[in-house]
């Protein structure tokens, strides 16, 4: 199992451009995550979903979008990027939610750059 | 007032002494309690979790937990320089489904 892969691994933008960052995870959980970090903070929740064509608002997701038509992708879609959005994103799935006890895999993090 | 409080450290620990982290949350509906490690430049990975009153015991790690006082705290015991990292405490409450990150507590373990 690959576990949770998320691409790329490094991107540099340029304020207002657009993009998508790619989720995939192996391991048929139902539950997906996407994070941000920024330094020396701790990660904050943008969006999640608790299955296909099911998502819900975090913490802090304004500026970004995301769906889930399949189990395995849940692909982040910043639109006119901003400064703001210069973060490290991590994208994260587990099998049922954490109150029951279910460890939360992480990507590997792709590291945005906002310029 | 943050939900999830850390000290962000560095906590400077000797070879083979005991480090104690402790992160305290504002929510007293907050259900389980996690810590997680990371290492520069990686993501996070979960060592302990949580979810009643008292101490839970893994390998070299303790988590305690005391609801009444709204704190958790993790040992390390015979701290390696491999424990050289950033600890997160994670508390999630059913409200929301909502996990929240304390911004870290760095350890630096000197041989």
């Known amino acids: 199992n690959a576990g949770v892969t998320q691409t790329p691994k490094f991107r540099i933008l340029k304020i207002g451009q657009s993009m998508t960052l790619q989720c995939t995870q192996d391991?048929?959980?139902?539950?997906m995550y996407w994070y941000r970090q920024d330094p020396g903070m701790g990660l904050k929740l943008i969006y999640y979903s608790v299955g296909a064509g099911i998502t819900d608002k975090g913490e802090v997701p304004n500026g970004y979008n995301v769906s889930r038509s399949t189990t395995e992708d849940f692909p982040l879609r910043l639109e006119l990027a901003a400064p703001s959005q210069t973060s490290v994103y991590f994208c994260?799935?587990?099998?049922?939610?954490?109150?029951?006890?279910?460890?939360?895999?992480f990507g590997p993090g792709t590291r945005l750059t906002v310029l | 007032q943050k939900e999830v409080e850390q000290n962000s450290g560095p906590l400077s620990v000797p070879e083979g002494a005991i480090a104690s982290l402790n992160c305290t949350y504002s929510?007293?509906?907050?259900?389980?309690f996690f810590w997680y490690r990371q290492y520069s430049g990686k993501s996070p990975e979960l060592i302990m979790s949580i979810y009643s009153n008292g101490d839970k015991e893994d390998g070299r790690f303790t988590a305690q937990l005391n609801k009444a006082s709204q704190y958790v705290s993790l040992l390390i015991r015979d701290s390696q320089p491999s424990d050289s990292a950033t600890y997160l405490c994670?508390?999630?409450?059913?409200?929301?489904?909502?996990?929240?990150f304390g911004g870290g507590t760095r350890v630096l373990v000197k041989p």
């Open positions: 929510d007293r509906v907050s259900q389980s």
């Open positions: 391991m048929n959980h139902n539950y």
């Open positions: 994670a508390v999630f409450k059913a409200a929301g489904n909502k996990l929240t």
């Open positions: 994260a799935s587990s099998y049922s939610l954490q109150a029951l006890g279910n460890e939360q895999f």
